[in-house]
């Protein structure tokens, strides 16, 4: 496929925040009663968010810091990288807490609101930066290694929790 014709990395990226809001509402709308259903939307949330962020902090965070010069921006690359630990520690709590409980309506929202957070941002403060700094052909070139890198991924099986930020995030778990 040509690079043209390619959707540039930052249309993946905001696609891929408007399918993980979706299953986090849908986990939010939940009751205890629908236990079985948590589960499964905490697995699919799960494995969006980490090949995710995984492509974020391999690919596009790397050519969003090389590109922008302000430190102001630079400083952005740092803060995406902090809020994806923070999703990587609360994460883990969700899915070790009872999903027919109370703590678990609560500790999911607030992951939600975490995860809401850090697209906002991004979406209304650093891709606008990345379009400024980056020509529309990197971004496609972007696009392209971001679709690749998600293929393997996505073939490597379901991630496993707990691995650092950065290049090392991700560690999968073939399928069963």
Do not use: N
Not at 92 to 112: H, M, T, Y
Not at 135 to 163: F, H, N, V, W, Y
């Amino acid at each position: 496929m040509p690079i043209t014709a390619s959707p540039d990395a930052i249309a993946l990226l905001k696609e891929d925040h408007k399918k993980v809001k979706a299953l986090l509402s849908s986990l939010e709308k939940t009751t205890e009663r629908g236990a079985d259903r948590r589960v499964k939307l905490l697995q699919q949330i799960e494995a969006e968010i980490k090949v995710h962020a995984t492509v974020e902090e391999e690919i596009f965070y790397p050519a969003f810091r090389d590109a922008v010069r302000k430190k102001e921006d630079r400083e952005l690359y740092q803060e995406a990288l902090e809020e994806h630990h923070v999703v990587d520690l609360v994460l883990p709590e969700v899915k070790e807490s009872d999903p027919a409980g109370e703590v678990f309506a609560a500790k999911a929202k607030v992951l939600k609101e975490l995860i809401e957070h850090h697209a906002e941002e991004e979406e209304k403060v650093m891709f606008k930066k990345a379009r400024q700094a980056m020509e529309r052909d990197e971004l496609r070139e972007l696009g392209a290694r971001i679709q690749e890198r998600k293929k393997q991924l996505r073939s490597m099986g379901s991630p496993r929790l707990g691995q650092a930020t950065g290049a090392r995030r991700v560690e999968m778990v073939p399928p069963v």
